[in-house]
C-alpha cells in the first residue's frame, strides 16, 4: 500500500509544485465532525474518524486522500482517489463514482451498510462486508469484485431515473438521512 500511495503522491505532485494544492498533515489519530477534501492532498498518520460525512473531491476534479491507519465514517461520498492502509468501517452508505479514474483502496476489510458504485473502481485487498451493495462497474482485472444485490428498482422512485440512478439525489436523500431503497432501508 506505501507503494501505491507514493505513485498516487507523485501523481498529484503537480499541484503542489504549481502552488494550486498544498500537503494538509494530520499526526496521529483524528476524530472529526465533517471531512471534506477538496483540492489539497491530505495525509493522516494515524486512524481517522469522521462521526458524520467524509466526501472528496469538494469543488475540484480532483482530490486525494492518503490515511495510514483505520477509516471509520458515517458516509463516504468518493469522487476522487482515496487510499486507506488499514480497514474501511462505513456504518451507513458508501456513493462511489468518478467516471471510472479514480479508485478506493484499502489494505484492510471494507465493511459497509449500503455501497452504491456507479463508475469508480475498488481495489480492496481484505474482505468487502455489506448488507446492501448496488454496482455496475466491477472489473475481475481489479481486487475487491463487488457482487451486486441490488437492482435500480430497489431505489425509491424519486432516486431510479428510468433505470439510471440520480447520484445527487442519493447524497442529499442520506445527507437527510432519508431511506433510499424501498423496503429495505
Known sequence: ????????????????????SRIVLYEGDITLRYLA????????NG????????????????????????????????????????????SNAIVAD?????????EGDLK???IIESGHWFDIKGNIMADYIYGWHS?????GLLEPNLTEEDFMEEINDDGRLELGTVIQYLMKNQPVLRNVI
Open 37 to 44: 477534501v477538496k483540492d489539497d492532498i491530505v495525509i493522516v
Open 139 to 143: 472489473s475481475k482485472e481489479r481486487k
Open 112 to 114: 459497509a451498510h449500503l
Open 47 to 90: 486512524n481517522l474518524t469522521v462521526t458524520g460525512i467524509l466526501e472528496d473531491c469538494l469543488e475540484v476534479n480532483i482530490s486525494l486522500l492518503l490515511v495510514l491507519g483505520n477509516v471509520t465514517t458515517t458516509h463516504l461520498f468518493t469522487f476522487s482517489q482515496i487510499c486507506i492502509a488499514g480497514n474501511l468501517t462505513v
Open 98 to 106: 468518478s467516471t471510472c479514474d479514480y479508485s478506493l483502496d484499502v
Open 1 to 20: 500500500m506505501q507503494q501505491e500511495m507514493g505513485v498516487h503522491l507523485e501523481a498529484f505532485a503537480e499541484f503542489v509544485e504549481d502552488e494550486s
